[in-house]
């Protein structure tokens, strides 16, 4: 853990480069969406580096974010309110090649105070705190981070690029999982290719993480104790942080079309000393279109060290392999559409994946929740999605049961989590014309027990019996 000096220097730092970056853009730069390439890229035309540098062009995104939590009984409730956003400088291509730096920051409007446990349940807040840094609840301001830093590479034909440095990834296991003030980043080299015929390739090796809720770099063994551990399967507090090495994730994947509507993709991430993770996924249809279906199948094996024998030292112990099968019928008649999904995870072992990496790839997923952590699950969902009935307005309403192993097996239940329902309406609107770049969103959930499971107020706080509502303004150029 870095010193709260050294936080502020590296800050200082960020901060100074960014100010250099805006100092020096020239006025009226051309404003292009993330991956969009440039109008002028030395693979089509000659120029010189200092060119290139000169004619780069800014990006950036401002956010607030506004979230409650009501808990049912004599437990806390919570809210917070914070202010941040990203500025980031992007060169124009040279030869292929294109830089990219970019900083974040975020600050506290209002909100809780975030330090001090439930006087009843004696824990601390589990969502709010999210909006800053997790590690320290008493940093809420002046919070700074380096987002981006990369350098990469697109082919002429942009069938392959290429990622060395800090990134955003977007993969059914390592993900942004946007849901706070920055999302989840990765550090590491990555590089996909379509071929000719439709075949895409997608991969690489990643060192290091910076999970959202965070304002620091973890190396990728480090990045698996910031959030809370939970129990091993013993029922002890979770140790393996103290002994766990790891050279970092090297996941691959490929997805193959086998006809104009059916896909198959396949993905395997390896994490070294830890554990291997394939799944294995069909899609059927056309996804804006009439009907479709989609089935995934997720496999987890330990991988051997001198601590995977101990179940208090090891992540994913010898024998507590893990399988777990996902599916979805869809149906879009036009505007509106449904989708019904099934979720298993078998009693073999419970399903994990550092919360600090990602959401569950699961189709059962719903905010707010994760089924990561457990075994011997079944859960089903039903979401119902009316998109540009006014246009840009998008409006989901989502109902979930998940049933779950008894809280007191720790084997197949690391968090304690109790059989429950969710209830949720998801609405999100993107302004068009003079307030293009614009975005509003509103989330409200409640989430009670599936049924009298006579929980204690520990058992029960920010899990069940609760509301939560998100309130989220973007606005991004």
Do not use: C
């Amino acid at each position: 853990m870095l010193l709260d000096r050294d936080n502020r220097t590296r800050a200082v730092r960020i901060g100074l480069v960014i100010a250099l970056l805006s100092a020096f853009a020239p006025p009226g730069m051309a404003q292009h969406a993330e991956q969009d390439l440039p109008q002028a890229d030395s693979t089509q035309e000659q120029s010189h580096l200092y060119e290139i540098m000169k004619k780069g062009e800014l990006d950036g995104r401002f956010r607030q974010y506004n979230m409650a939590t009501v808990n049912d009984g004599a437990p806390s409730d919570f809210y917070a309110i914070a202010f941040g956003g990203t500025l980031g400088f992007t060169s124009q291509r040279w030869h292929g090649v294109q830089f990219k730096l970019s900083g974040g920051y975020t600050f506290q409007l209002a909100g809780s105070d975030l330090t001090v446990p439930d006087a009843v349940a004696g824990l601390y807040n589990r969502y709010e705190i999210g909006l800053y840094d997790v590690t320290d609840p008493r940093r809420t301001n002046d919070l700074a981070y380096l987002h981006e830093f990369q350098l990469n590479y697109a082919s002429q034909s942009a069938r392959t690029t290429a990622v060395f440095g800090k990134q955003e990834l977007n993969t059914p296991f390592l993900n942004l999982q946007d849901g706070r003030m920055h999302p989840t980043l990765f550090e590491g080299a990555w590089v996909k290719h379509r071929t000719s015929i439709g075949t895409s390739f997608e991969g690489g090796w990643l060192y290091r993480v910076a999970p959202r809720g965070t304002s620091n770099w973890y190396l990728i063994d480090e990045s698996t104790q910031i959030y809370s551990a939970g129990r091993n399967i013993l029922g002890q507090p979770t140790a393996h942080g103290e002994y766990q090495r790891s050279a970092g994730i090297f996941a691959a994947s490929v997805k193959q079309p086998v006809t104009k509507r059916v896909s198959i993709t396949v993905w395997d991430v390896l994490v070294e000393n830890m554990f291997n993770t394939a799944l294995l996924q069909l899609d059927a249809g056309h996804r804006d279109q009439g009907v479709s279906i989609s089935a995934q199948a997720v496999q987890q094996t330990p991988l051997a060290s001198h601590h995977t024998n101990d179940p208090e030292q090891a992540y994913m112990p010898t024998g507590e392999d893990a399988t777990a099968f996902s599916a979805r019928l869809r149906h879009v008649p036009g505007k509106f559409r449904w989708q019904l999904n099934y979720t298993r995870i078998t009693a073999h072992g419970r399903y994990l994946m550092p919360r600090e990496w990602g959401r569950d790839p699961f189709f059962t997923f719903l905010p707010r929740e994760r089924n990561e952590g457990l075994g011997d699950v079944h859960a089903g969902t039903l979401n119902l999605i009316l998109k540009d009935a006014v246009k840009g307005l998008r409006v989901e309403a989502d109902a979930g049961a998940y049933w779950l192993p008894a809280i007191s097996d720790a084997r197949l239940n690391k968090y304690a989590m109790p059989s429950y329902a969710q209830f949720a309406v998801n609405t999100q609107y993107q302004f068009t014309g003079g307030w293009k770049g614009l975005a509003v969103q509103l989330l409200y959930l409640v989430k009670l027990p599936l049924y009298d499971q006579d929980l204690t107020a520990k058992q029960a706080f920010n899990k069940v019996d609760m509301h939560h509502a998100d309130l989220v303004i973007n606005y991004s150029f």
